[in-house]
């Protein structure tokens, strides 16, 4: 089974100034790691997803993500956030596709970022 | 498009009544899911379906019970409501199985439990 601990419940900045959103991630295979965001009374959309290859991924919106198998994290980055960016984001991770069977996708407790004018 | 349809939006139910939340999408996706949003607890999958006729228990299905009798419509229904049910109820699909996609949720179903 995987667990995905997001570091920070919430996480006020300052407009234009640069935000990580910090993920760590437990499992005993190889993952899949994905970064979603909620507006506020909306349903989530994917920001950006990590499959295989370069650790650096590029999502929408100007945001990224670096996987470090390592230190088994997958922190979120802006350099430059707008009033826009205000909202709550969510780590999540699911099993490598092998066979086995394991298709559940699991969240993290969500860290709200708040844009501050 | 419509994506991901969930009704209703909001619902207030009795401790014991039962009811069903529906889902309905129009991409033609095999893989559905429900997840129930609580404050502070992220979100956590209650029952999923990797196609019509098929569908399995996730982290939290005690309580809720499901069908897939077509790969457009994947109702959750409430036997019994608990004031513990009370929550944010999100569908969410995915072209196939594979836990390479990208999910698409819905726009959430609030219930209270009194």
């Known amino acids: 089974a995987q667990s995905v601990t997001q570091l920070d419940s919430q996480v006020p900045v300052f407009e234009e100034a640069p935000v990580e959103l910090r993920c760590n991630y437990s499992?005993?295979?190889?993952?899949?790691l994905f970064w979603y965001v909620q507006y506020p009374n909306q349903g989530l959309q994917l920001l950006l997803k990590y499959l295989s290859g370069s650790t650096l991924v590029k999502g929408i919106n100007g945001f990224e993500a670096e996987f470090n198998k390592s230190q088994t994290s997958f922190h979120l980055r802006k350099p430059s956030v707008h009033i826009s960016d205000t909202a709550e984001y969510f780590c999540?991770?699911?099993?490598?596709?092998?066979?086995?069977?394991?298709?559940?996708?699991?969240f993290g407790k969500g860290t709200k970022l708040s844009v501050i004018p | 498009n419509a994506g991901v349809t969930q009704t209703p939006k909001f619902q207030v139910l009795k401790t014991g009544q039962s009811m069903t939340l529906q889902c309905a999408q129009d991409m033609n996706h095999e893989y559905m899911s429900w997840y129930r949003q609580d404050p502070g607890m992220g979100l956590r999958l209650i029952h999923y379906s990797v196609g019509a006729g098929i569908t399995d228990q996730g982290e939290v299905p005690n309580g809720y019970n499901v069908s897939r009798s077509t790969t457009e419509d994947f109702p959750l229904r409430l036997l019994s409501a608990a004031p513990s049910q009370t929550s944010v109820y999100f569908c969410a699909s995915k072209p196939g199985a594979s836990n390479t996609g990208e999910l698409f949720f819905g726009e959430g179903s609030r219930l209270t439990v009194l």
């Open positions: 499992s005993s295979v190889s993952v899949y």
């Open positions: 999540a991770v699911s099993e490598e596709d092998s066979g086995a069977g394991s298709y559940q996708l699991t």
